[in-house]
T-cell receptor
Framework: QKEVEQDPGPLSVPEGAIVSLNCTYS??????FMWYRQYSRKGPELLMY????GNKEDGRFTAQVDKSSKYISLFIRDSQPSDSATYLC?????????????FGTGTQLKVEL | EAGVAQSPRYKIIEKRQSVAFWCNPI?????LYWYQQILGQGPKLLIQ????????DSQLPKDRFSAERLKGVDSTLKIQPAKLEDSAVYLC???????????????FGPGTRLTVL
């Protein structure tokens, strides 16, 4: 079993739709949860970052973490064609040299006009 | 602020040849990472440096891969000899400093796309 599981998609939605992206994980030591966005032929860029359980909102983006279920989500409201990209969840544990990210496989999102 | 720079952007080689990638992190960033991203997968950490010392190289195939970060700034990643399964994008990332922190934002470069024929 992989430490982090993510539905690879592709996911195609109309402009303005609400998008839900999800990851599950098995390592209970993970404390930091991130979402990266990766455009084609570019490096990943950090979108959202959450520590432990709870919700975090930034504009049209909301990140949720449920540690009891080992499940994290990213919601995109009013999706735009510019949101078309691959979304990667990433997680890290505390200590032990810190900051080692374990990534999901990424979900490819296409927002159509 | 300039981002993480990588070169070359693309490289095509034949199996058993050697290849090297170069990374220049964001100025002032003490921590540098090399990741391998195979098509359709998420990035996998190969090696992590704190200044010029290695923090984690547990997933680096040391029989063929090597990396160095002389003077704690630029870094090179080398593959010798290359295999077909090394075809991937090699991403370099940097962050300010991971000491005494659980995590720190990593900034990624555009990557080097390697094709091994």
């Amino acid at each position: 079993q992989k430490e982090v599981e993510q539905d690879p998609g592709p996911l195609s939605v109309p402009e303005g739709a609400i998008v839900s992206l999800n990851c599950t994980y098995s390592n209970s030591a993970f404390q930091y949860f991130m979402w990266y966005r990766q455009y084609s032929r570019k490096g990943p860029e950090l979108l959202m970052y959450t520590y432990s359980s709870g919700n975090k909102e930034d504009g049209r983006f909301t990140a949720q973490v449920d540690k009891s279920s080992k499940y994290i989500s990213l919601f995109i409201r009013d999706s735009q064609p510019s949101d078309s990209a691959t979304y990667l969840c990433a997680m890290s544990a505390v200590g032990g040299g810190g900051n080692k990210l374990t990534f999901g496989t990424g979900t490819q999102l296409k927002v159509e006009l | 602020e300039a981002g993480v720079a990588q070169s070359p952007r693309y490289k095509i080689i034949e199996k058993r040849q050697s290849v090297a990638f170069w990374c220049n992190p964001i100025s002032g960033h003490a921590t540098l990472y090399w990741y391998q991203q195979i098509l359709g997968q998420g990035p996998k950490l190969l090696i992590q440096f704190q200044n010029n010392g290695v923090v984690d190289d547990s997933q680096l195939p040391k029989d063929r891969f090597s990396a160095e970060r002389l003077k704690g700034v630029d870094s090179t990643l080398k593959i010798q000899p290359a295999k077909l399964e090394d075809s991937a994008v090699y991403l370099c990332a940097s962050s300010l400093d991971i000491r005494d922190k659980g995590t720190d934002t990593q900034y990624f470069g555009p990557g080097t796309r390697l094709t091994v024929l």
